[in-house]
């Protein structure tokens, strides 16, 4: 296990440890991926909470009833998988494999600028919210708006060099 350096990469979160599994240090997982077994494709691991990560390689790991369980390296037993119970799981971004020009990660729309067709700015985006059609894009700025993410309908263009995502919206739908 080593700590990672702080301000090095931005880490990307990808599931939570939910709790024990028997004697030899397995730990119960949730996938935040799609689909769910894609956890496993990465590693090493980051796991505890944004700030204040430790790399972990995975041992292996079993399906078993609701939740995966996992076997991390240098975790043998019941009271050192303890100290894990609870924390998070992340990877590094340059973890993830890249994409085609016209594709993006929802990680990397968080933080971009938001404009409508005309130009002006409707605000930041704070989060992505996962619903059953799409994502939504949660947009604060003079209000909160929920922009669903509808490439080409409603997301237009997402310019990573300007940090901009150019979207058709008109303010009476917020």
Request: hydrophobic share 35%.
């Amino acid at each position: 296990m080593m700590r990672e350096e702080p301000g090095k990469q931005r880490s990307i979160t990808i599931g939570r440890i939910c709790g024990l599994h028997g004697l030899r240090g397995g730990l119960k997982v949730v996938s935040y991926t799609r689909p769910p077994d894609n956890l496993f494709t990465y590693t090493p691991w980051l796991v505890g909470n944004p700030g204040n990560w430790a790399l972990h390689r995975l041992r292996g790991h079993e399906h078993r009833s609701k939740h995966p369980v996992v076997f991390l390296e240098g975790i043998e037993d019941r009271d050192a998988a303890a100290k894990l119970a609870n924390l998070y799981i992340a990877i590094k971004r340059s973890q993830l494999p890249d994409l085609p020009e016209d594709e993006f990660y929802w990680c990397d729309l968080v933080n971009l600028e938001v404009r409508d067709q005309d130009g002006q700015v409707l605000g930041r985006v704070t989060d992505v919210l996962e619903t059953a059609p799409h994502g939504v894009l949660v947009v604060d700025g003079p209000g909160k708006i929920l922009l669903p993410l509808v490439k080409g309908e409603i997301i237009r263009r997402v310019d990573h060099d300007l940090g901009v995502i150019y979207v058709q919206w008109s303010r009476g739908y917020q």
